[in-house]
């Protein structure tokens, strides 16, 4: 069958690096996705990696490995607007998006 | 540019009520979806168009029925509305299926089935 799974909730410090992990197993793999979603609003897209290896954008990083099922997102710098739910999808043969259920990011000051 | 809306944003049901969710987009796009996302589960695809005038059968379909009669409009149809239809729905589009499809949502319909 098709999985995602990560964390349920995640509690850092303002200023703060935070590593969000995602283990995925998916029928065929076109890509892993990371959106982030803010309470009651709609996800938007925060990255996207295809093959190994770290992708900087900003304060944000996301990471692959494609041998071992595994993505991370890394928040550098965390700031109080970081607090939201990250999704993780993977895209499988067909490029449908399985998605695992969300990490809540809970940033205190 | 509104992008992807959703209408309406809110609604309550009673069980056996039918109603239509509308969604449209304004960036030509061809790929267009509806998902549901509920507490600790992931967005589930229920229904997803490749094109005008096609539709598809997502990952929890059942319940649900969705029409794309023009290109920048999904519908998605409650035919009678049950309480494990309580959820929040999420329209998306997308203008190509390749590797790096990003997908962009509506703000989500909030329905709730008494």
């Known amino acids: 069958g098709q999985n995602i799974d990560q964390p349920t909730e995640m509690t850092a410090t303002e200023g703060a690096i935070v590593q969000i992990n995602c283990t995925y197993q998916?029928?065929?793999?076109?890509?892993l996705f990371w959106y982030q979603q803010h309470a009651g609003e709609a996800p938007t897209f925060l990255s996207y990696?295809?093959l190994d290896g770290l992708e900087e954008k900003g304060r944000f990083s996301s990471f692959l490995s494609r041998s071992k099922g595994y993505s991370y997102l890394l928040l550098k710098e965390l700031q109080m607007k970081d607090s939201a739910s990250y999704l993780c999808?993977?895209?499988?043969?067909?490029?449908?998006?399985?998605w695992g259920a969300g990490t809540k990011l809970i940033i205190k000051p | 540019n509104a992008g992807v809306t959703q209408t309406p944003k809110f609604r309550v049901l009673k069980t056996g009520q039918s109603m239509t969710l509308l969604c449209a987009q304004d960036?030509?796009?061809?790929?267009m979806y509806w998902y549901r996302q509920d507490p600790g589960m992931g967005l589930r695809l229920i229904h997803y168009?490749?094109?005008?005038?096609?539709?598809a059968k997502g990952e929890v379909p059942d319940g649900y029925n969705v029409s794309r009669l023009k290109k920048q409009n999904f519908l998605l149809g409650l035919e009678s509305a049950a309480p494990s239809q309580t959820s929040v729905y999420f329209c998306?589009?997308?203008?190509?299926?390749?590797?790096?499809?990003?997908?962009?949502f509506g703000a989500g319909s909030r329905l709730t089935v008494l």
């Open positions: 998306a589009s997308t203008p190509v299926i390749s590797g790096a499809n990003v997908l962009t």
């Open positions: 960036m030509n796009h061809e790929y």
């Open positions: 168009s490749v094109g005008e005038g096609t539709t």
């Open positions: 998916t029928s065929g793999f076109n890509g």
């Open positions: 990696n295809v």
């Open positions: 999808a993977a895209a499988d043969s067909n490029y449908q998006l399985i």
